[in-house]
Every structure is written in C-alpha cells, then in structure tokens.
C-alpha cells in the first residue's frame, strides 16, 4: 500500500511538473523589422535560445520564469512567464549602447571621443578568407596598411607597413592580443579573431612606448557570451595553382636566340624541349580549412573554446604547411567586484620547405638540356642521381626537389590571465599576466648523389637545430573615470614588466652510413661531429599613464606618457621617455550645425607624439668573444682560441620617431556615408642599424657588424577611407574605399656623403642606394635613352668636339645617356631611375546581400611604383650565365631599323654592354590592381534546430591588371631586406586559389 501512494504521487508531482512547463515561442522585431540572432534566456540559466532569420524563436520554459530578450545594440527586455504560449517582443535601440568601442592600448574608448588615427577591422570579414595567417586576411582592407605577400610560403607571414617605412632597420608593427605584447600572432588561427584596430600614429601608440615605433596592430579574440551554448562550424577546401607562369622559350626559339647572340653556336637538332618551370610546380595543391568554436555562459560564468585545422599544399613541389589551433577561455565573476578571466592556445605545426630560389632557377635553365638521364645511364645510380646534368651554372631543379630534405616543426603555447578588481564606483584595478613559449626545431639532410662533376655531393651530412623562446609581460593598470554633467574624464596609471628568453642549441655530423630516411640525424654520423648552443635574454621594465577629459561630446583630448628601461642598451642610456598628445573637436554637435541634418558626424582631431625603438641584439654594447682557431709553427698546427666576434658599442642611445598627425571623420546621411583623412609626418632619428666593421681592423669574423646610430629619415603621406552602407529589408549594400601615400625622405646618415648599397645579385650589382636627399632603396643605374638604329645615330651620339660618347656600339644597342657631358658612359653617368613606392596604396571591399544570397569582393593594387626584374638581365638575353630566355624575346629584339626602340639586339656579353649594365631597361611600372578575394554564398533559413546554414564558394586573387612582365608585381624585397625593396628576385609564386564550403551554427 506505501509503495502504491509513492507511486501516486510522484506520478501527480510529475504531472505538476509537467503542467509547469510550456513551450512559448514569438517573434522580435525592431521598427516592423525582425531581428536575427537575438539572445533569449531564461534568467540565471543556460537555458536559451536564438532568433532565426525571420526573427523567431521558441522554447520550453516553467511558469513563473523570466524570459530575457537581449541584441547589441538594443535595450535589453524582461518578461515573466504566465499563462501566455506566444510572446511578441519589439525592442528599442540603446543610443549609449549603439556608441561602438574601440580598444586602445590598456583600454577602450567610445569611437566618438577617439583623437587619434585609428582603423578597425571586423572578425566576420576576416573570417571570409580562407588563409593560415591573420595578417594576410588584412590585405586591401585597412588604409595606412601595406601588406605584400609575394615570396610568402606556405606557413611564412606576409611583409606588412603601417604608414610606409620608419626605419632602415625592420618596419614589422607591435602586435598585441587581448591586452598582452607578443612577437607575432602567427599562433592565431583568423576564425578567432573578433576585430582588430590598427594604431597608426603616434598620439596613439605612445602608451607602447619602444615597441610602437611601426604602429600597433591590437587584435581581440572571440569571448564567451551569457546564453545557452552555441557550435559554431566552418568547413572549407580547395585547389591552389600558380597565378602567373614565367613565360620562357622553347628549345626552337632558345636556339634561334643563341644563334643571334653568338653566330658560331652549333644547332642542336632533336633537342630535348624541357619546361624548367613545369618540373617544380604543383598543380591543384590542396587547401583545407576547417574550425569549430563553442560559447556560452550564464550571468557569472563565460566560455569559449575553438579549434582549428589548417593544411596548405605549396604550389611548388616540395612545399607542405599544416598547423592545429587549439584555444579556451572563461571568464568568471567571482564577486560583484572581482572578475577574473583565463585564455590559452596552444598551436602545433609541421612546415616542410623546398630549396631556396627555386623560380629563380627555372627560368634559366636552358630547354635543351634534358630533365633525367637516358634510362641506360641510370644502371646502379641513386635516386638523386639519375638527373641528367644541366649546361650552365644552375643546377638542375628536378634534381634540387628530390634531395631536398628540410623540414621544421613548431610549437607555440599561449596563456594570459586577468584579475579586474572594481575598487569603488569607477575606480578599477587590473592585473593581467601573459606567457608565450615558442619551440622550434628543423631537420636537414644532404644525401649522397652523382649528377656531373659540378653538381655532386660525396659525403652526405645530417643536421637538427632548436630554438626555445619564452617571453613573459605582467601588466597592471589603475583606471578612474568619472562624469560629472557634461564633463567626462579618465586616468589611467600602470606599469609593465617583461622578459624574453631566446635558447639555441644544434648538432651535426658527416658521413652518414646511407641515404636511408630512419639514419638521417645527427647521431648516425660517422666522422665531422659539431654541436653549438647559445642563450641570449634581454628585458623591458616600464611605468605609463593616459589622461582623457571630453566635454559634452564635443570637445576631446588625450595625453599619454611612457617611460621604458631596456636591458639592450648600455647603463647610461637604459632609460627614454615617450609622451604624446591629442585632442579633437566634434563640429557636428555644435548648436550651430542643428540644421544641417544631412550632416551626421565632423569631427576634426590632431595629434603629436614620440615613439622609440629598441629593436638591436642583446648586449649590443658589449663586445664578446667566439671560438676560432689559429694557425702557428712551420707545421701550419691549428690550434683552438678566442677573439673577438661580435663588436660593442657602448655609446648606443635609443632611436626616437616624432610623429605628428591631423585628420577629419566624417559621416553623412545619417551615417550611410562615413570616412576618415589623416595627414601625417613621422621624423626618425638615431636610427639603429647594423654596419660592416673594416676588414683592416683585424676581427676575424670578418665581414663583422656593429650596431650604431646612423642617421634620420622623414616619412610623409596621408591615408583616406570612405564608406557606404544601405540596409532594406530584403537587400543590403556596402561599400569601404581605403586610399594611402607614404614617402621617405633620408635626411643624415652617420658619416658625410655615406652611400647605403643594396640590390646585388650575380650579373647585376648595387641596383639600390640609399643617401642623404633621397628615398630609402631608389634604384640607381643607366638611363636607357632608346635603340641606335643605325650608324648616323651613334655618330650623332658625340660630344661638340665629335668625340664617340659610344664608339663600340652598334646598330641595335642602348644609347645611355651621357649624364656628366665627359664625353663617355662611366659610373658618374648614373642617377636614380626608379622609385619602389608607390603614389597610392589603395583597397576596395563590397558587400552584397538579397535575402539569403551574399557576395562579398576585396580588390586591391597600387600605383606609380616601380619594380626591378631581376631576372631580365639574365632572360632578355640568355648571355649572362649561359641562361634561356623569355618567350617571344627574338621577335621583340632590335632587328633592323625601325623595328624597336626600347629592346636591343641580341648580342654577347663580350660585344656590347646593353645587358650587364643596370640600367632602365630593367625597370618597369609595378602599378597594379588585383581581385583578392571574392566569396558568394547563400543562407538557408527556417532548418529545425539549427540556427544557421551557409554555403559558399570564393576565390582568392583570381585577376590582376598589370603591365608587368613578371610573375607578381606586389614584391616585397630579398636578402638584404629594405635595400632591395621593389625588386623582384623570382620569389615563391602567388597562388590563384578555388574554395567552397559551408558555415553552420546550432
């Protein structure tokens, strides 16, 4: 009987219960408009809900509960659960909340009160490129901001300026993520990124103190948000292939053009007919993208987690990049004073890289040398070995590709943790402690092969090398802010720590039994052992403060001050200060402008500040000693020692750039139409650069370098953004113009008349020079002042006197210009012949929508630049190196009388000077425009249980318009870094990428 009323009345409980709970569903509208993805839940619960594209939603919920309707940007609305099953909520914009909010450096800031030059970047557009690199989803989209991908890997990181080039020593900006510095945000995957803002001048990226010198890129990651939970996932995947081929002879034309050049050369019939460039490429590469991400929370407690997938294929054989993301983060408010949050990544990858140059070597191997060796030679030889022997000095790139064995894993572990504690109504105090440790090893092998006597390897080597970076940076910050009326003010006070340590460590060894792929290490040598390890650290201690004051939204002003002690330079110079100021006026809040109701936003603002730079080598003050041996006795016994390696200077001060900024913001109709123009002059002095140590001083590291302070620069230029935004109820359009100029000027360098060289290869040398007056990296060489087209002309070429100015020429050869009226072509005859910047740096985005389609397009170029073909020298003749030459070079070549007056004759080396000198023959307009990137895709709306479905597919730099020959006109530079920037040294092409796939939230 007991067990039977049990039974009743948990069955009469559960039919209460039962009877508690209804299903209650509505729709949420703005304005008659319905609202997607607004957040409803039930107070203190993770029991929620979103709207879906028609603004619906529905769920279960117990009597008595209440209903919590919430969207940025809208007053959020409470509702207690009756007797009703359908609720309809209209909700009113929040004009407070409506103000966006921009992160600064160890804060935000209402857009409206900004006074300095600041761009912003949205997640959701980044996210739309399928790419491994942050940096890279940046490109054409933000103004002051030129980034250049050419040459840039699988795995690598595109080249990025902010505002043009600061210095002659590295122009990479300061990164910082979620509050905390870091090196490099290569260990972020672009699906975590919620926006990014750009500091461009200084009244800005002063709080940064030495590390804001090339601006500041501050990216804020993906948080958990209150609500039940929502999965995010994005699949996409695809093929890559070379955007543009180097266009090289076939074995016909390559033979027509050496009979030409040297008229003994013997025709070689039944020639092999090799395409250098076919046998390294890559066709189809695969790509493949595919992230998931988790968030949710309740009232105290947030969460995020999300994970990454990325794996991209080179278009050239012997590239392979893949990389997994891994990242969480919570955020818990422990009292209603304390909150305290923790984020972490963790981000493993594999990057496995081909040779070195290998474009470069393609194009001038010559189509008649064949790829393998006959199959009867190849009896008893190596795998290596059975490539046949090219005729020239490049080795054979097959060859290269097969033995090549590099390949180097990376594991990069993030964390940065915070503490907020609200001390009393608007005072605040937080502490925030961030830790990135980076290990690095890379293993190569050089097998054992036989090609020909100039290209052979006899004793195969093996070797690994590590690397371990860790670097810590504690912040603390105390912020007050307070309104009183119509007046507004903040003051921020802080300190900051930092320390980075850098640990090396390596081995290697010779005659490894085999070419066996489970033998290729170090500890399988036999004979040639070798091992090094280094550890190198250097610190940062530094106090800063901000103070902000803004009246009535109408007039603002900003002051930071940074004070920085570096471990890098000697004692009496540890210390700098950097200060900057501020202030704006907003014009369209004033009385007067009431009746201009087109006129949304005017606000004019200015800015100065100083920034410095303390990017030198630990201790490059003090000299330090290196191993090396000496030879002594008749014997020639060679005996280990020290001397000096690295050279100090004790006098380094710190390198300072002033930095002055105005600019308008604008917006019109409403905010449809808004933008920005910012002016700017940046003036470097001190700057650090390393320089060659004289060789009679005797250091046997010779060619050695000392760091030093070598001069001053002065960067001028302007950045503009426009943009246009309509919203319907079926159909929306936007539109972002973003246009930028930056030029620089050297205005001192260390000693009177130094000249800085650059641009050497092996015909062609000192293509760039740097000096007091010009641009850093002009190119400097020959004018090109047509084509002698017969011997009138050369005589006419002369001097008052009649003297020969080129009494060797011959009909078809260069006339150079005769710049110093000597009476002959010498090197006084050169002059600046090029310029690698551009007169505008420009970007374009559109974004489309008709109910469920989607279109979006990010184009963008440059103008008035110019590049170097460094490859020309060796390809419009095929002379120098013995090398082939670009397809259609006999037609185009000086013929005869009037058939050219640009492109000389075909001729060798020993008969005229029109190709082994640099001249303005190899410069050509680098002015282009590109589709970067372009994604269509459609929404599908009202699936059961799921919140979101897209599919889609895009393509990444589908076109560029360009009147350059080479294979992308968008270079970045070589070896020598910014003194051969503009020139194109046949870098890893840039792919043309096809992708679909899908995005699905639930």
Same mark, same amino acid.
């Given at each position: 009987?007991?067990?039977?009323?049990?039974?009743?009345?948990?069955?009469?409980?559960?039919?209460?219960?039962?009877?508690?709970?209804?299903?209650?569903?509505?729709?949420?509208?703005?304005?008659?408009?319905?609202?997607?993805?607004?957040?409803?839940?039930?107070?203190?619960?993770?029991?929620?809900?979103?709207?879906?594209?028609?603004?619906?939603?529905?769920?279960?919920?117990?009597?008595?509960?209440?209903?919590?309707?919430?969207?940025?940007?809208?007053?959020?609305?409470?509702?207690?659960?009756?007797?009703?099953?359908?609720?309809?909520?209209?909700?009113?914009?929040?004009?407070?909340?409506?103000?966006?909010?921009?992160?600064?450096?160890?804060?935000?800031?209402?857009?409206?009160?900004?006074?300095?030059?600041? %761009?912003?970047?949205?997640?959701?557009?980044?996210?739309?490129?399928?790419?491994?690199?942050?940096?890279?989803?940046?490109?054409?989209?933000?103004?002051?901001?030129?980034?250049?991908?050419?040459?840039?890997?699988?795995? !690598?990181?595109?080249?990025?300026?902010?505002?043009?080039?600061?210095?002659?020593?590295?122009?990479?900006?300061?990164?910082?993520?979620?509050?905390?510095?870091?090196?490099?945000?290569?260990?972020?995957?672009?699906?975590?990124?919620?926006?990014?803002?750009?500091?461009?001048?200084?009244?800005?990226?002063? /709080?940064?103190?030495?590390?804001?010198?090339?601006?500041?890129?501050?990216?804020?990651?993906?948080?958990?948000? !209150?609500?039940?939970?929502?999965?995010?996932?994005?699949?996409?995947?695809?093929?890559?292939?070379?955007?543009?081929?180097?266009?090289?002879?076939?074995?016909?034309?390559?033979?027509?053009?050496?009979?030409?050049?040297?008229?003994?050369?013997?025709?070689?019939?039944?020639?092999?007919?090799?395409?250098?460039?076919?046998?390294?490429?890559?066709?189809?590469?695969?790509?493949?993208?595919?992230?998931?991400?988790?968030?949710?929370?309740?009232?105290?407690?947030?969460?995020?987690?999300?994970?990454?997938?990325?794996?991209?294929?080179?278009?050239?054989?012997?590239?392979?990049?893949?990389?997994?993301?891994?990242?969480?983060?919570?955020?818990?408010?422990?009292?209603?004073?304390?909150?305290?949050?923790?984020?972490?990544?963790?981000?493993?990858?594999?990057?496995?890289?081909?040779?070195?140059?290998?474009?470069?070597?393609?194009?001038?191997?010559?189509?008649? #040398?064949?790829?393998?060796?006959? !199959?009867?030679?190849?009896?008893?030889?190596?795998?290596?070995?059975?490539?046949?022997?090219?005729?020239?000095?490049?080795?054979?790139?097959?060859?290269?590709?097969?033995?090549?064995?590099?390949?180097?894993?990376?594991?990069?572990?993030?964390?940065?943790?915070?503490? =907020?504690?609200?001390? /009393?109504?608007?005072?605040?105090?937080?502490?925030?402690?961030?830790? $990135?440790?980076?290990?690095?090893?890379?293993?190569?092998?050089?097998?054992?092969?036989?090609?020909?006597?100039?290209?052979?390897?006899?004793?195969?080597?093996?070797?690994?090398?590590?690397?371990?970076?860790?670097?810590?940076?504690?912040?603390?910050?105390?912020?007050?802010?307070?309104?009183?009326?119509?007046?507004?003010? %903040?003051?921020?006070?802080?300190?900051?720590?930092?320390?980075?340590?850098?640990?090396?460590?390596?081995?290697?060894?010779?005659?490894?039994?085999?070419?066996?792929?489970?033998?290729?290490?170090?500890?399988?040598?036999?004979?040639?052992?070798?091992?090094?390890?280094?550890?190198?650290?250097?610190?940062?201690?530094?106090?800063?403060?901000?103070?902000?004051?803004?009246?009535?939204?109408?007039?603002?002003?900003?002051?930071?001050?940074?004070?920085?002690?570096?471990?890098?330079?000697?004692?009496?110079?540890?210390?700098?200060?950097?200060?900057?100021?501020?202030?704006?006026?907003?014009?369209?809040?004033?009385?007067?402008?009431?009746?201009?109701?087109?006129?949304?936003?005017?606000?004019?603002?200015?800015?100065?500040?100083?920034?410095?730079?303390?990017?030198?080598?630990?201790?490059?003050?003090?000299?330090?000693?290196?191993?090396?041996?000496?030879?002594?006795?008749?014997?020639?016994?060679?005996?280990?020692?020290?001397?000096?390696?690295?050279?100090?200077?004790?006098?380094?001060?710190?390198?300072?750039?002033?930095?002055?900024?105005?600019?308008?913001?604008?917006?019109?109709?409403?905010?449809?139409?808004?933008?920005?123009?910012?002016?700017?002059?940046?003036?470097?002095?001190?700057?650090?650069?390393?320089?060659?140590?004289?060789?009679?001083?005797?250091?046997?590291?010779?060619?050695?370098?000392?760091?030093?302070?070598?001069?001053?620069?002065?960067?001028?230029?302007?950045?503009?953004?426009? +943009?246009?935004?309509?919203?319907?109820?079926?159909?929306?359009?936007?539109?972002?113009?973003?246009?930028?100029?930056?030029?620089?000027?050297?205005?001192?360098?260390?000693?009177?008349?130094?000249?800085?060289?650059?641009?050497?290869?092996?015909?062609?040398?000192?293509?760039?020079?740097?000096?007091?007056?010009?641009?850093?990296?002009?190119?400097?060489? $020959?004018?090109?002042?047509?084509?002698?087209?017969?011997?009138?002309?050369?005589?006419?070429?002369?001097?008052?006197?009649?003297?020969?100015?080129?009494?060797?020429?011959?009909?078809?050869?260069?006339?150079?210009?005769?710049?110093?009226? #000597?009476?002959?072509?010498?090197?006084?005859?050169?002059?600046?012949?090029?310029?690698?910047?551009?007169?505008?740096?420009?970007?374009?985005?559109?974004?489309?929508?008709?109910?469920?389609?989607?279109?979006?397009?990010?184009?963008?170029?440059?103008?008035?630049?110019?590049?170097?073909?460094?490859?020309?020298?060796?390809?419009?003749?095929?002379?120098?190196?013995?090398?082939?030459?670009? +397809?259609?070079?006999?037609?185009?070549?000086?013929?005869?009388?009037?058939?050219?007056?640009?492109?000389?004759?075909?001729?060798?080396?020993?008969?005229?000077? =029109?190709?082994?000198?640099?001249?303005?023959?190899?410069?050509?307009?680098?002015?282009?425009?590109?589709?970067?990137? /372009?994604?269509?895709?459609?929404?599908?709306?009202?699936?059961?249980?799921?919140?979101?479905?897209?599919?889609?597919?895009?393509?990444?730099?589908?076109?560029? /318009?360009?009147?350059?020959?080479?294979?992308?006109?968008?270079?970045?530079?070589?070896?020598?870094?910014?003194?051969?920037?503009?020139?194109?040294?046949?870098?890893?092409?840039?792919?043309?990428?096809?992708?679909?796939?899908?995005?699905?939230?639930?």
């Amino acid at each position: 009987m007991k067990k039977q009323l049990l039974l009743l009345i948990s069955l009469l409980f559960s039919l209460t219960v039962w009877a508690q709970e209804r299903q209650i569903s509505g729709t949420v509208t703005s304005l008659g408009e319905p609202l997607i993805g607004v957040t409803v839940v039930v107070k203190g619960s993770t029991i929620g809900t979103t709207t879906n594209f028609e603004g619906q939603y529905s769920l279960k919920v117990k009597e008595g509960a209440v209903l919590q309707f919430s969207y940025i940007g809208y007053t959020t609305k409470e509702i207690t659960i009756t007797t009703q099953s359908k609720i309809d909520i209209a909700l009113i914009e929040d004009a407070e909340q409506l103000e966006e909010i921009v992160v600064v450096g160890y804060g935000t800031q209402k857009k409206s009160e900004l006074t300095s030059a600041i %761009s912003s970047a949205d997640g959701e557009d980044l996210r739309k490129i399928s790419t491994g690199d942050v940096v890279t989803s940046l490109q054409g989209r933000v103004s002051g901001v030129q980034i250049s991908q050419s040459g840039a890997a699988p795995g !690598e990181s595109p080249t990025i300026n902010i505002r043009g080039i600061s210095t002659l020593n590295g122009n990479t900006p300061l990164y910082v993520v979620d509050g905390a510095p870091v090196e490099d945000i290569t260990f972020l995957s672009p699906k975590d990124i919620a926006d990014i803002q750009v500091l461009k001048d200084a009244s800005a990226s002063a /709080i940064y103190g030495s590390r804001g010198s090339n601006g500041v890129i501050i990216v804020t990651t993906i948080k958990g948000t !209150e609500g039940s939970m929502k999965v995010s996932f994005d699949a996409s995947a695809g093929v890559q292939n070379i955007a543009k081929k180097p266009m090289t002879a076939g074995s016909e034309e390559y033979q027509q053009a050496r009979a030409l050049i040297d008229p003994s050369y013997q025709y070689i019939e039944n020639a092999p007919n090799s395409n250098w460039f076919n046998e390294i490429q890559n066709n189809g590469a695969p790509i493949q993208d595919y992230s998931v991400n988790i968030t949710g929370g309740s009232e105290k407690i947030r969460y995020n987690m999300s994970g990454n997938y990325f794996s991209q294929e080179g278009v050239l054989q012997g590239y392979d990049y893949e990389r997994f993301t891994g990242r969480f983060g919570v955020d818990v408010q422990l009292t209603d004073k304390i909150t305290v949050g923790q984020s972490a990544s963790i981000t493993p990858s594999t990057n496995v890289s081909g040779p070195g140059s290998m474009p470069f070597d393609a194009v001038r191997l010559r189509p008649t #040398d064949a790829v393998y060796k006959p !199959e009867d030679e190849r009896e008893g030889l190596n795998e290596y070995s059975i490539y046949a022997p090219s005729s020239n000095d490049v080795a054979n790139v097959a060859g290269r590709v097969a033995r090549n064995d590099y390949s180097q894993k990376e594991n990069k572990i993030f964390s940065n943790t915070y503490l =907020n504690y609200d001390i /009393i109504d608007g005072l605040t105090f937080k502490t925030q402690f961030s830790y $990135y440790y980076t290990t690095w090893r890379s293993d190569t092998f050089s097998p054992t092969y036989y090609i020909g006597p100039n290209d052979l390897n006899n004793v195969t080597r093996a070797e690994r090398r590590q690397n371990i970076r860790s670097n810590y940076v504690w912040n603390n910050t105390l912020t007050y802010q307070k309104v009183i009326n119509k007046h507004s003010f %903040s003051v921020m006070l802080g300190t900051a720590t930092e320390r980075l340590v850098h640990q090396t460590l390596g081995a290697s060894g010779q005659n490894i039994p085999s070419n066996a792929p489970h033998l290729r290490y170090p500890e399988a040598a036999q004979d040639g052992y070798l091992g090094w390890g280094t550890k190198e650290w250097n610190s940062l201690a530094s106090g800063f403060g901000r103070f902000t004051y803004a009246y009535d939204d109408r007039y603002f002003m900003t002051a930071n001050f940074r004070m920085d002690g570096s471990s890098r330079f000697p004692e009496s110079n540890k210390w700098a200060a950097f200060p900057s100021i501020s202030a704006g006026w907003n014009i369209s809040n004033e009385s007067f402008m009431e009746e201009a109701t087109w006129l949304s936003n005017l606000k004019i603002r200015g800015g100065w500040g100083t920034i410095g730079n303390q990017a030198i080598n630990d201790g490059a003050y003090t000299t330090t000693l290196s191993n090396y041996d000496y030879v002594f006795g008749p014997d020639g016994q060679r005996y280990p020692g020290l001397a000096p390696d690295v050279i100090g200077n004790s006098n380094l001060i710190w390198e300072t750039v002033e930095d002055k900024n105005i600019g308008v913001d604008f917006g019109f109709l409403n905010g449809k139409i808004t933008g920005s123009v910012d002016f700017f002059e940046r003036n470097t002095k001190d700057m650090l650069m390393q320089k060659n140590v004289p060789p009679h001083l005797g250091y046997p590291g010779y060619p050695g370098e000392i760091w030093a302070n070598v001069g001053s620069m002065t960067t001028k230029g302007w950045d503009a953004t426009v +943009a246009y935004n309509i919203d319907k109820k079926d159909w929306s359009f936007g539109a972002v113009l973003n246009l930028s100029q930056a030029r620089s000027t050297v205005t001192q360098l260390a000693n009177e008349g130094e000249v800085i060289w650059g641009g050497n290869s092996q015909r062609v040398n000192n293509m760039t020079r740097t000096e007091v007056g010009g641009t850093v990296a002009g190119f400097y060489g $020959y004018v090109h002042d047509g084509i002698f087209q017969n011997q009138t002309e050369i005589n006419s070429h002369a001097t008052k006197e009649g003297q020969l100015i080129q009494p060797n020429a011959k009909p078809g050869d260069i006339r150079f210009k005769d710049l110093d009226g #000597d009476g002959q072509i010498t090197d006084a005859d050169r002059t600046y012949i090029g310029n690698p910047e551009p007169d505008l740096v420009f970007g374009l985005t559109l974004n489309g929508a008709y109910k469920g389609f989607d279109i979006s397009m990010t184009f963008q170029g440059t103008y008035g630049n110019d590049v170097i073909n460094a490859m020309a020298p060796y390809t419009y003749s095929g002379d120098l190196g013995n090398s082939n030459v670009q +397809a259609g070079v006999v037609n185009r070549s000086w013929s005869g009388e009037g058939s050219t007056n640009f492109y000389p004759r075909l001729a060798g080396e020993s008969q005229t000077e =029109n190709f082994h000198r640099f001249s303005s023959l190899y410069i050509q307009d680098g002015s282009f425009l590109r589709l970067q990137n /372009i994604q269509v895709g459609y929404t599908f709306s009202k699936l059961k249980n799921v919140d979101r479905l897209r599919i889609f597919a895009s393509a990444q730099n589908l076109f560029t /318009i360009t009147g350059y020959d080479g294979m992308d006109p968008d270079v970045s530079g070589g070896y020598w870094g910014i003194f051969d920037r503009g020139i194109d040294w046949g870098d890893y092409p840039t792919p043309r990428t096809y992708m679909m796939g899908l995005n699905f939230t639930f």
